[in-house]
């Protein structure tokens, strides 16, 4: 992944007052465990404005669903839960042609309590004056945990080490 293109990701969502929480391997980087990943994990509130102002602010960075979605059709619960259950969809995979090394994954359904965890959630601030809201990290245990891949096993047994760690 590219920096300028993280970058780029997280300006457009906080200039658009975007709500979102990062997971995934970003957010397991930014917990102590310093590994490579290839998209961006996030979970956008699922409001329909929130939703389109995300996904909007995100094509005009040039990303697009790799499947043909219209940001009101995300916005549609009853639509993304159609998705879920007769395609197993699980995120919404987003691309770009000027970001190809960048792709964006969104949640079509929240794995936790939203605004519980945007409370909780890390914010660091990326380029001096965008914050970024990260999962905490008993979420993001939890989260790998229910993944079971093996790559988050790992992830889980380091960034646990990193926890005992004075």
């Known amino acids: 992944m590219k920096t ?15 709500r979102y929480i990062v997971v995934g391997g970003l957010a397991v980087i930014e917990h102590g465990f310093l590994r490579q990943t290839k998209d961006i994990d996030l979970v956008i509130e699922l409001e329909p404005t929130n939703i389109i102002r995300g996904l909007e602010a995100l094509q005009r960075l040039g990303y697009s669903p790799r499947v043909p979605v219209r940001p009101t059709q995300f916005a549609d619960p009853e639509m993304r839960e159609t998705w879920i259950r007769e395609k197993g969809m699980l995120v919404l995979n987003l691309f770009s042609d000027a970001h190809l090394e960048t792709p964006v994954d969104v949640f079509v359904r929240h794995p936790f309590d939203f605004t519980n965890e945007f409370e909780q959630s890390l914010t660091e601030q990326i380029d001096g004056d965008i914050p970024v809201h990260f999962v905490s990290l008993p979420t993001l245990l939890k989260l790998k945990a229910e993944a079971g891949r093996p790559h988050d096993l790992v992830d889980i047994d380091q960034l646990r080490l990193r926890e005992e760690e004075p």
């Open 4 to 18: 300028a293109s993280i970058k780029a990701v997280f300006r457009s969502l906080h200039e658009a007052d975007v």
